[in-house]
């Protein structure tokens, strides 16, 4: 048995050479005999050890090739099992040995086949890692932009306050959050007007529509029961606004120090316009696509959510430019 053991058996080990990782030296040997060493009266036994330092033996595990702690593997009895031993730094240099024996299950006699070396150590390098186990909290920005309001901007045509459904309105948007499930809106609306739109209160006429549709939604679509405060708030010449917008759009210097010339001078805006005709295309080439005009409504809703509505309008000639999506 013993001699057919040395001829024909068959030893892997995984990795090779042995790795130290932390303070285990971890492994998988994988053992293979001849079916014919697996008997009634005798046993196959497989001792596998670490020699190190001055010949100094730490011994790992034994495989028993008796019916029932084997498998078969391509009709061979197979062993496989992941081993480990602890790390010292003495054991760095060293070899893995095995060696089997022969044991007679009647009266114990035992044969043994000569040790044989199937992997060496230690590979030591995963040592040399160094593990940082400190930790930080991550700002939680995801949140902090849910809490700010989100801004809608609707336009008007110039001198009407009627909201239009045209393609790119905000007011689909503006419902759904009418349809939110929360347990309270506080809205805020400010409306503004252009200064040189014709007739009075048009700013208060635009807020009154705005609240008036979304209090219209409310009570079509909102099935929560939530409880909403809106309160509106107008600025019936936005030239103010107007000139806060041109000093922060991305207008060259010399171009904003020219519009706000022209708005700071004397008299209405047609009269602007017809002194200053040519240097007044500054606003309209300008405003409709960096500034954007004074003219919007706010609207904020706090508690669960927040939103923020905008409403513009300006002068015919940007009536296309203006109908635009802006958020």
């Given at each position: 048995?013993?001699?057919q053991?040395e001829?024909?058996q068959f030893?892997s080990?995984?990795?090779?050479?042995?790795?130290?990782?932390?303070q285990?030296?971890?492994?998988?040997?994988?053992?293979?005999?001849?079916?014919?060493?697996v008997?009634?009266?005798?046993?196959?036994?497989?001792?596998?050890?670490?020699?190190y330092g001055?010949e100094?033996r730490?011994?790992?595990a034994?495989?028993?090739?008796?019916?029932?702690?084997?498998?078969?593997?391509?009709?061979?009895?197979?062993?496989t099992?992941?081993?480990?031993?602890?790390?010292?730094?003495?054991?760095?240099?060293?070899?893995?040995m095995?060696?089997?024996?022969?044991?007679?299950?009647?009266?114990?006699?035992?044969a043994y086949?000569?040790?044989k070396?199937?992997a060496?150590?230690?590979?030591?390098?995963?040592?040399l890692?160094?593990?940082n186990?400190?930790?930080?909290?991550?700002t939680?920005?995801f949140?902090?932009?849910v809490?700010?309001?989100?801004?809608?901007?609707?336009y008007?045509?110039?001198?009407k306050?009627?909201?239009?459904?045209?393609i790119?309105?905000?007011?689909?948007?503006?419902?759904?959050y009418?349809?939110?499930?929360?347990p309270?809106?506080?809205?805020k609306?400010?409306?503004?007007?252009?200064?040189?739109?014709?007739?009075a209160?048009?700013a208060?006429?635009?807020?009154k529509e705005?609240?008036?549709?979304?209090?219209?939604?409310?009570?079509t679509?909102?099935?929560?029961?939530?409880?909403?405060?809106?309160s509106?708030e107008?600025?019936?010449?936005?030239l103010?606004a107007?000139?806060?917008?041109?000093?922060?759009?991305?207008?060259p210097?010399?171009?904003?120090?020219?519009?706000?010339?022209?708005l700071s001078?004397?008299?209405?805006?047609n009269e602007?316009q017809r002194?200053?005709?040519?240097?007044l295309?500054?606003i309209?080439r300008?405003?409709?696509?960096?500034v954007c005009?004074?003219?919007k409504?706010?609207?904020?809703i706090?508690a669960a959510?927040s939103?923020?509505?905008?409403c513009?309008?300006?002068?015919?000639?940007?009536?296309?430019?203006?109908?635009?999506?802006m958020?």
């Open positions: 048995m013993v001699k053991a001829k024909h030893i080990v995984e990795p090779s050479p042995l790795v130290a990782n932390g285990q030296v971890t492994f998988d040997l994988k053992a293979q005999v001849p079916e014919k060493l008997r009634e009266k005798e046993v196959y036994k497989l001792d596998i050890y670490y020699l001055d100094k730490e011994n790992i034994t495989y028993n090739f008796d019916f029932g702690n084997f498998l078969y593997e391509n009709h061979t009895p197979t062993i099992r992941q081993l480990s031993f602890p790390y010292e730094p003495a054991k760095t240099t060293g070899r893995l095995v060696q089997g024996k022969a044991v007679d299950k009647e009266d114990g006699d035992m086949t000569k040790p070396q199937v060496i150590g230690l590979n030591t390098t995963p040592l890692l160094v593990r186990n400190k930790f930080t909290f991550a939680d920005e949140k902090e932009s809490d700010q309001p989100t801004s809608l901007m609707f008007f045509q110039e001198n306050a009627d909201l239009d459904h045209y790119g309105s905000n007011l689909p948007t503006l419902d759904q009418v349809l939110d499930n929360v309270t809106q506080k809205i609306i400010i409306g503004y007007q252009s200064p040189d739109e014709k007739g209160n048009i208060a006429k635009r807020a705005l609240e008036t549709y979304y209090q219209k939604q409310l009570k679509l909102d099935y929560s029961g939530k409880k909403v405060t809106i509106t107008v600025h019936n010449n936005g103010d107007l000139k806060e917008k041109v000093k922060a759009s991305a207008l210097k010399l171009q904003i120090q020219q519009v706000l010339t022209i001078s004397e008299g209405n805006m602007k002194s200053n005709k040519q240097r295309s500054i309209y300008s405003t409709s696509t960096q005009g004074p003219l409504y706010r609207l904020t706090t959510v939103l923020t509505m905008s513009m309008c300006w002068q015919s000639k940007l009536q296309q430019k203006k109908r635009m999506l958020l």
